[in-house]
């Protein structure tokens, strides 16, 4: 176990008077706000249909520059009710227009054909097959279980997924901070897990979620053995 420092607070002096994000029950209720993306929503049935996707890129490419759709119709002579039904996937541009586009945007012609060849990747890791790896700052007797990887992607969000177990043979806990958000669901066993200034005992089915910016770390080790899901997410220009 690691020890404690006298700065170290005991398990249960956790702020009771932080008031809980929204969202979240209060005196046994659940407050209701909307979330910023519907988990159930289905994008456009039509998203393999070519002019959709022609019309998703020239719609980015024209947002990125941050003109509006009158600066590019002026700028390549094709009418506003032309350029709107492009955008919005509902006409087919012919090669001429295209490659009109393709010069106001600065971009290649083949760049609008990005999003209708683009593969769509999926890792599936069947139990007791993921890939036993070691991350930075990884000490003995911390087997970290790397349960898929996706590298490039649409989303520009890399997330490693990770099942971490730790036994008796365990070394002390380092104190990790990196870039990202990271989120721990215990499934065995008990910890107090650090954040910042702030200590969290954890038993299964407990969660946590934070900026991986601040220190942390699991502080004490209460019951072993002990598993837990760590999924750590950062942007792609990154590393974790």
């Known amino acids: 176990m690691a020890k404690k420092t006298s700065d170290t607070k005991p398990a249960s002096a956790i702020a009771k008077d932080k008031p809980l994000p929204k969202g979240f029950p209060a005196h046994g209720r659940t407050i209701r706000t909307p979330l910023t993306q519907d988990p159930h929503a289905i994008r456009d049935t039509r998203e393999k249909v070519l002019?959709?996707?022609?019309?998703?890129?020239?719609?980015?490419?024209?947002?990125?520059?941050?003109?509006?759709v009158a600066d590019l119709a002026a700028a390549t002579d094709i009418s506003l009710g032309?350029?709107?039904?492009?955008?919005?996937?509902?006409?087919?541009?012919?090669?001429t227009t295209l490659q009109a586009l393709s010069r106001a945007l600065g971009v290649p012609v083949t760049a609008f054909f990005r999003?209708?060849?683009e593969e769509r990747s999926a890792v599936f890791v069947k139990a007791g097959e993921g890939?036993?790896?070691e991350r930075r700052g990884t000490r003995a007797g911390h087997q970290y279980n790397l349960l898929g990887h996706i590298g490039a992607n649409t989303s520009g969000v890399v997330v490693e997924p990770y099942l971490i177990t730790l036994t008796e043979d365990s070394d002390v806990f380092p104190t990790f901070q990196h870039a990202g958000m990271e989120f721990l669901y215990m499934l065995e066993g008990e910890v107090v897990y650090r954040h910042g200034s702030n200590l969290y005992p954890m038993k299964p089915g407990d969660s946590l979620f934070f900026d991986a910016d601040a220190p942390h770390g699991?502080?004490?080790l209460t019951r072993l053995p002990m598993r837990y899901l760590s999924i750590i997410c950062y942007p792609q220009n990154s590393t974790s």
């Not at 022609?54 to 509006?68: C, M, P, Q, S, Y």
């Not at 032309?82 to 090669?95: A, Y």
């Open 115 to 117: 999003r209708f060849e």
């Open 82 to 95: 032309m350029l709107s039904k492009i955008e919005n996937g509902i006409t087919s541009p012919s090669l």
């Open 51 to 68: 002019e959709v996707a022609i019309g998703h890129e020239v719609r980015a490419f024209r947002k990125k520059l941050g003109i509006t």
């Open 131 to 133: 890939v036993d790896v």
């Open 218 to 220: 699991p502080e004490e």
